[in-house]
């Protein structure tokens, strides 16, 4: 954006310095809140263009403007970022400090950092592979469509049928992106290509692509939702018409030419799997580190702290082995959990309802049990879904889906119900209580509902917190008596250890040159996964390079500032102020978090 559609902005504020800059003491209360209303009319006025050039966040939010149009995927939106995160890194400057309260001046700090984060952040703006089997846009395109776009009226069809529409002008400019990314040498692996042209295939499979009998994903989608709506058979005809002449005009030419392009970009792909290929890889994967854990490790630090990790995970689950009267080893105990049907739900239509059935019942309890380390709690509720079948086979294991900010969606618990020999039944309260409650829900529906935060923080999101604080999440159960199952507890532990196997694989594909199959490998010779489930982690850790290193980085790191404050504070520490600091100021840096926690101690120490 050019500076002339910020100039307006700028002339009512009045935080420039015009000379030299007052400390704190120098500024009066009136002067303060002042300055600090005047910054946050500032955050907002910027947080409203962002969601202007987004149609798919407004949707997100619940909001119907611009409801039948995509968002911009043209490479030419990272220009566009750079200099918009350039003026804006120019307002800031000018801005005193010391002139802001102490909510505002957090706000500013991390506003700044992410304007910094965007410029600093511009060479690698191709080091990614926008076409990958965990988010790939192939599947996005139609996962947004039938989990987002609501259709409550005729003119919310009529929406849905444009941006059916849409989808062909915006694959042109994806396939356009995965050009000039091979220009730039960023080419995915083999495997990526199997996984996401099956999928890409599915979305063109059924009705109206194809004589089958079974509708497209899309087509039922469609069919479904405006059989709910009050109106004639006419009209309906008319706009299942137009949808399947939309289908058939737009979204199917533009999944064919992404296939297409795919099956030829295939024959140049090789197995190098990690980033350190990449021009200026190694500087890549660490930038990624940093971005991903907010901290300063190392990969050799971060692979250590795995490895460390893993061996202390192994002797509590000893520990439990013996407590079940399993005799054997590690190995052999792990292979009792991957193989004993007990530990199973059929993988049947009966297996699993019985799954989600369970799973909506271990939430439920925990919410009666919140009070107890909480004194926050959402108003958003949350339910519990099966990945849809036309994503399934690529997707992850579980995943969550954040409500609409003015509460006409829920927050969406997502199990991946494809293969139910990689979701045993020891590892459904964990994965429940980091998906759900106390996790993900809790943190990022408590975020979208404060009022003390400006919005752009409410959207913020920082890896090392959010995936910390869910695996923190699935810890802290055991602290009010959960996990009284010997084999749920062994769950539990199996979870933990393979976000601490992450630490370890993920630096050692991307660091230390390990091949896919050595990551495999390693997951199977130390965790109790199913072997689909190594080979899906593996893949991901590939795609998302320091990606996975956030969540045992970010958990260890809450419980140490937990331990810290619990030590300085004796019988004063409350596990529940303790949460409210870490849940009520938005998605957090952890060096950030760890000043908040640090205030807070002192401020309960006087």
């Not at 846009?137 to 609501?150: Q, S």
């Amino acid at each position: 954006m050019g500076l002339n559609r910020y100039w307006s902005v700028l002339l009512v504020f009045f935080l420039f310095s015009c000379g030299e800059e007052k400390s704190d003491g120098d500024y009066s209360p009136e002067e303060i809140q002042k300055s600090s209303a005047e910054l946050n009319t500032y955050f907002e006025k910027e947080f409203q263009k962002e969601i202007e050039e987004s149609p798919m966040m407004q949707t997100r939010m619940g909001m119907k403007t611009n409801y039948g149009k995509w968002d911009d995927f043209s490479s030419s939106r990272y220009t566009e970022d750079l200099e918009q995160a350039k003026k804006r890194m120019e307002y800031l400057e000018k801005v005193d400090v010391n002139s802001l309260d102490e909510e505002t001046a957090l706000s500013y700090n991390l506003f700044k950092r992410q304007q910094q984060n965007e410029i600093d952040d511009y060479k690698y703006r191709f080091y990614d592979y926008p076409v990958n089997q965990m988010h790939g846009y192939h599947a996005e395109l139609p996962a947004f469509l039938i989990n987002m776009h609501r259709i409550d009226s005729l003119p919310d069809a009529e929406a849905y049928i444009a941006r059916l529409k849409g989808m062909e002008k915006a694959m042109i400019d994806i396939i356009e992106q995965l050009k000039l990314r091979e220009q730039n040498g960023i080419i995915p692996p083999k495997f990526v290509f199997d996984r996401t042209l099956d999928a890409s295939r599915n979305v063109i499979t059924g009705k109206p692509f194809t004589k089958a009998s079974e509708s497209s994903a899309l087509m039922e989608d469609f069919t479904t939702k405006i059989e709910k709506l009050e109106l004639s058979e006419e009209e309906q005809r008319r706009l299942i018409s137009e949808a399947e002449t939309a289908l058939v005009d737009h979204v199917q030419p533009a999944y064919t030419s992404l296939i297409e392009f795919m099956q030829n970009q295939q024959k140049r792909a090789t197995d190098e799997a990690g980033a350190w290929k990449f021009p200026k890889g190694e500087e890549f994967y660490s930038n990624a580190l940093n971005r991903y854990t907010t901290t300063s490790l190392s990969s050799d630090e971060i692979h250590e702290i795995g490895l460390s990790e893993v061996a202390r995970i192994h002797g509590e689950m000893e520990k439990i082995m013996e407590e079940t009267g399993f005799e054997g080893n590690l190995q052999e105990f792990f292979d009792f959990m991957k193989n004993d049907e007990q530990f199973y739900y059929e993988n049947s239509e009966q297996g699993k309802q019985a799954y989600l059935s369970k799973a909506k019942g271990i939430i439920n309890t925990m919410k009666g049990e919140l009070s107890q380390l909480f004194n926050t709690q959402p108003e958003a509720d949350i339910v519990v879904k099966a990945v849809e079948p036309f994503r399934e086979k690529s997707a992850g294991k579980a995943f969550y889906q954040q409500p609409a900010i003015d509460g006409s969606r829920p927050g969406t618990y997502y199990a991946n119900l494809y293969d139910m020999k990689a979701m045993p039944k020891y590892e459904m309260e964990a994965l429940a209580y980091h998906e759900g409650i106390p996790g993900h829900h809790m943190q990022i529906a408590i975020a979208q509902e404060l009022d003390s935060i400006p919005q752009f923080r409410k959207f913020s999101s920082y890896p090392a917190y959010v995936e910390g604080w869910g695996l923190y999440s699935e810890f802290i159960p055991k602290e009010i008596g959960f996990y009284q199952d010997p084999y749920s507890d062994f769950g539990r532990l199996a979870m933990e250890l393979w976000r601490s196997c992450r630490l370890v694989v993920d630096t050692g594909i991307h660091s230390k040159k390990w091949t896919r199959q050595e990551g495999i490998d390693y997951y199977m010779q130390n965790t109790p996964a199913a072997e689909i489930a190594c080979v899906k982690m593996v893949e991901r850790h590939i795609v998302m390079p320091g990606q996975a290193t956030a969540y045992k980085i970010g958990m260890n790191r809450i419980i140490e500032l937990r331990e810290q404050a619990r030590q300085q504070l004796g019988e004063n520490f409350d596990i529940a102020e303790f949460h409210d600091v870490v849940l009520t100021s938005g998605s957090l840096p952890l060096d950030i978090l760890e000043e908040q926690v640090n205030q807070w101690v002192k401020t309960k120490s006087n």
